[in-house]
């Protein structure tokens, strides 16, 4: 695209060339690109027209000679309104450049107030119907599952009490379903084993739905709507008991508005979970990182509607999963937080205590897709290194939120931050 000085060579040339006649249609033609404040294209349309009137008769000398010195008034002003376009063009787009460098323009910001009760694995998503992010369920300190509702509506919290509520569960999924206009949660964990039950919010309560079928049970699967394709697609994670012997799981459904449809792609990505979300940019659903066999993963594939296909970034965030993946329509980017990675214990151990065979390295650190690239922002003082957080996008504050997650074995974090 021209340059700002390119234009105003290119008028230079064009104000001498046509000096003799005018054409409203040209000059309009020749500034298109410039898109200058209502203002200055008034402005101009208005000297542009003057010059377009006819010329007077040469049977008036006077009359003539002082049409010629209208005239170059005129010029002079048309010259000195390309100026006013051309600085105003190139403001704009050192604004709209800026407007995608969320590394200068955006960070995060301690939200301060009462919070909810500390935790991780809970979910967030925003509800338009009701104008207010939605927050549900999480594994507290002591390691009890939650089945309060919250809902923040830009300034506080407030805990909701539905006539009907899903039961306490962790690591459950959610997102909102443009096509259905639904809220839908599904899964998550249970004291003893994993959920497969799908719950729609009604705006003030939850209403259980009854698909003819569903994934099996499974607990921190990542979901999230395509925009591209008007699918709410679910993804992995895990099935089985809760400690030693799960299963991970790499299947694809899409939620349809009454029921679970199966996908069956020609390969799918070998993790599961990771950082699920849409990007706005490339119009299309990735996928990055997650949980492999050989431990926390670097990869991304995107959902093109019926297949998984890898995608080759020049750089990836490193290795984690259960990091937390946004999409910024204000940035214009994908911003991704924290996550961590699983170091084995020793397995003795923890099958014959009961607890995870695994433990957590946290990761605290930002990173930011933004024109196919992928860059590192580093970590953010007072933003301690944290999994399992709930963040999403809340577009009645143009911020993304972030809220709670474990930032230690047993230490769950009540702070709420946003970013913007």
């Known amino acids: 695209m021209p340059t700002p000085e390119e234009h105003l060579r290119a008028y230079g040339a064009f104000l001498t060339e046509k000096t003799g006649r005018w054409s409203l249609d040209e000059v309009f033609a020749e500034r298109a690109a410039l898109t200058p404040t209502r203002q200055v294209t008034a402005d101009l349309r208005a000297a542009c027209t003057a010059l377009e009137s006819p010329p007077p008769s040469s049977d008036h000398p006077q009359v003539l000679g002082r049409s010629r ?33 969320p590394d200068h323009a955006s960070t995060w910001m301690r939200v301060k107030g009462a919070m909810p009760p500390a935790r991780s694995l809970a979910v967030m998503a925003f509800d338009p119907i009701s104008n207010e992010m939605i927050l549900f369920g999480g594994l507290g300190a002591g390691g009890e599952e939650f089945s309060d509702t919250w809902a923040w509506n830009g300034r506080s919290w407030a805990r909701l009490h539905p006539a009907v509520s899903p039961p306490a569960l962790a690591g459950v999924s959610m997102a909102y379903d443009s096509e259905s206009r639904q809220l839908v949660l599904f899964g998550g964990d249970v004291r003893g084993g994993f959920a497969n039950e799908t719950w729609l919010w009604q705006g003030d309560t939850w209403r259980r739905a009854t698909p003819a079928q569903s994934p099996p049970p499974r607990s921190e699967s990542v979901m999230a709507y395509d925009e591209a394709t008007g699918q ?7 099935s089985g008991s809760v400690f030693a012997n799960t299963q991970p799981l790499t299947a694809t459904w899409i939620w349809n508005g009454a029921t679970w449809v199966r996908q069956l792609p020609r390969s799918q990505p070998p993790v599961a979970g990771g950082g699920l979300g849409y990007d706005g940019t490339s119009h299309r659903l990735i996928l990055i990182g997650g949980s492999s ?34 999409w910024d329509p204000a940035a214009s980017s994908v911003l991704l937080y924290g996550g961590g990675s ?27 897709l933004n024109e196919a690239t992928w860059r590192s922002l580093g970590t953010t003082t007072g933003l301690s290194p944290t999994w399992s957080v709930a963040m999403a996008y809340d577009p009645a504050t143009a911020r993304v939120e972030l809220f709670g997650g474990e930032k230690a074995p047993g230490q769950m974090s009540d702070a709420m931050w946003s970013w913007g």
């Open 69 to 101: 010195s209208r005239r170059t008034r005129m010029l002079a002003t048309i010259a000195a309104l390309v100026l006013v376009t051309i600085a105003v063009v190139g403001a704009v787009a050192v604004a709209r450049q800026s407007s995608v460098q």
């Open 232 to 238: 709410l697609v679910l993804f992995g994670n895990f």
């Open 293 to 326: 066999p050989s431990g926390a993963a670097a990869n991304s594939w995107a959902w093109t509607g019926d297949e998984w296909t890898p995608i080759h970034f020049a750089s990836l965030p490193t290795k984690r999963e259960n990091e937390a993946l946004a």
């Open 342 to 368: 699983l170091t084995p214990n020793d397995t003795r151990q923890c099958h014959s205590q009961g607890v995870s065979c695994f433990g957590v390295k946290y990761l605290g650190d930002t990173w930011i």
